[in-house]
C-alpha cells in the first residue's frame, strides 16, 4: 500500500517560489529526501535524490498541485512508524516546516493500518497484508501490543 505524507509548499506571501524540498525522519538530521529546483523551475524542473537505502524505489514526489505537495511512500511497513518533517527553502524568505506522525497499527484480522496525523491534516489510512494462525476453535490466543 501507498501513503502519501503531505507537504506545505506553497508560494511564499511575498511571492517568493520555493526552490528545495527536504523530508526528513524522526530518527536523522540528515534528509532521506530531496528535491533541489535552485537551477529551475519547482513545478517542473527540480532534480529528486534518495539519501537512505531505506526508502529506495520506494518514494515519489507528488507535485501536480501547489499547496498540495505529497510524497508518497509505497509499500508500507511497520518500519515506517514514525515522525517525518518537510521542510522548503525559497530563495530569499524564511523556510515552512511541515510535520507529520505516521502511526501503523498492526490488526491481526485485516493487517497493519496506517494512519497519518499532522496539524491541519486529514487522517489517511491503508491496509497491509498480515496473517495470524491458523488456531483451533476454542484455542487461546493472547496477542499484545508494543
Known sequence: RTVALPCKATLHPHGDTPNLLLFYTHASNIP?????????????????????????????LNLTQPQRVHLNLQR????DEGDFTCRVDFLSSPSLTSLVKLKVYANPSIGPTVKMLGRGLHEASVILRSEVGPFHEGEMLNLSCT
Open 32 to 60: 532521506f529526501f530531496s528535491y533541489d529546483a535552485r537551477n529551475g523551475d519547482f513545478w517542473r524542473a527540480g532534480n529528486s535524490k534518495i539519501r537512505d537505502a531505506a526508502y529506495d524505489g520506494r518514494v515519489s
Open 76 to 79: 508500507v511497513t511497520l518500519n
